[in-house]
């Protein structure tokens, strides 16, 4: 069981700081900081845009993070705001949209080098683990 617990963590956190450290290097290119690949990323495939609340539930950020990363984007001329203030939809400009098709691109090249050499049933079974475990932690902490 210890063992299991090692390989577990061990291997997330290996994964999760090459993912930190691949968002840095290729948002630097664009004057960005890692933390904002994300954000762009789902306005990027929500073109009906989405509330500050919704990239916080989508991006598994806390309000603070997300509305610094907001004002970010928006101080740099890739996101907009609705009418309204509170709960306005977000939306990326056509700077945005130009920034978030080449951030999808190295997305797609990453995820392709890291599934590298596996199946496409292999990659099935391990995504489908991987939330399982992550539902099973979620419910442990409600």
């Known amino acids: 069981m210890l063992r299991r617990f090692e390989d ?3 291997g997330i956190t290996v994964c999760y700081k090459y993912i930190q450290r691949i968002k840095s290097l290729e948002m630097t ?3 960005l900081k890692g933390t ?5 990323y789902f306005l990027h495939h929500h073109v009906e845009g989405l509330t500050a609340a919704q ?6 950020e806390d309000k603070a993070a997300i509305s610094r990363t907001l004002a970010a984007l928006q101080e740099k ?3 907009v705001t609705g009418e309204k203030k509170y709960r306005a939809a977000l939306r990326l400009t056509e700077a945005g949209e130009a ?3 080449r951030v999808d691109a190295l997305i797609e090249r990453w995820v392709d080098c890291g599934g590298d050499g596996l199946t ?3 990659r099935a079974v391990f995504y489908s ?3 399982h475990i992550a539902e099973n932690l979620r419910n442990e902490l409600k």
Not at 36 to 40: K, P, R
Not at 55 to 60: E, G
């Open 77 to 79: 001329g890739f996101i």
């Open 99 to 101: 920034v978030a098709q």
């Open 8 to 10: 577990f963590v061990t």
């Open 129 to 131: 683990a991987l939330d």
């Open 36 to 40: 904002h690949v994300m954000c762009l």
């Open 55 to 60: 990239l916080c539930q989508l991006c598994a």
């Open 120 to 122: 496409d049933e292999e």
């Open 29 to 31: 290119e664009f004057g």
